[in-house]
């Protein structure tokens, strides 16, 4: 199915999903560019809502959640992949490979699959271990965790499609406190804070949102969604008096970086604790950046 975007162009629409999370987001449309409007927006022949979690989203959230998260393993390989050491290696083993075999392209090929078959791996692994942690944690009762806590919430965004209203996106923040932060970069993996100093100042009694998910169906991308998603985050923000709002990106997120940017968010840190061995973090190369809007 193709969907007239507002320019005119085309867009194919299919089922992925863009997630950003807190360690490896989620995640969200990322990539598109800011709109007028709040919370109800028209589209071509489609219209959406944002509206606080219910009950009854609790299947389709998740879902939004397990396939916004392993969405990013593929561009985590390829971009690990493409990293030069990576590269000299693949190509070392699979002249080891070529020279074992007895002058084999087989044996060579053979070999340099196999290291991306690791590298592959330890990409996956690294999201879908944080995805299960997640599902076990705050996603395992999001009525608990993000409704019945004042600090916290939780919001889908709604499309009517064909007359049938369909949850196409959502957005979760939660409460922090300032020390908090710190315990944070305590045990990540060569944590590094810059400029967190400036939010510090600025945090009173040291209470912050932390968008910990965010996604939006691929159909929904680059319609201002994930826009009015982040201005829904900041609206709470504001009204629970938080001195700023934080979220993690990963590496591999460059369009969630570029969409943070858009809206004044700032790098304060950067680490590379997965929450996954740290030689599978190694391999892959992924690390996670802290962005950090002051309200």
Known sequence: MTVPRRDGEEDTAGQQ????????ISPSDWSERRGEGVGMAQKSN???SIREYSPSDENVV????????????????????????????ALSISMAGYVLGGSSYFQALLFGSAWAGLIYYCCHEIFEGYMTRRLSTDMADIQANYLENPDNSLWVAEADVNGQSKVVGMVAVMGRRGEEEGE???????????????????AGDGSYGEISH??????????????????KALDFCKERGYSHLAMDVSSPQTA???LCQKFGFVQTAAHSSTHANRW?????????MRMEKLI
């Open 214 to 231: 965010m996604a939006v169906v691929f159909p929904w991308r680059r319609r201002n969604l994930g826009s009015q998603l982040t201005r």
């Open 280 to 288: 599978f973090s190694k391999l892959a190369r992924i690390n996670v």
């Open 62 to 89: 998740k879902s939004l959640f397990h396939d916004g998260i392993l969405e990013h393993v593929y561009p985590a390989f390829f971009k690990a992949m493409s990293h030069p050491d990576h590269v000299g290696i």
């Open 256 to 258: 969630a970086v570029s």
């Open 46 to 48: 489609f219209q959406f």
């Open 17 to 24: 999903r863009e997630y950003v999370g807190a360690a490896a």
């Open 184 to 202: 944070r970069f305590d045990d990540c993996n060569g944590g590094v804070m810059a400029g967190g100093s400036e939010f510090a100042q600025e």
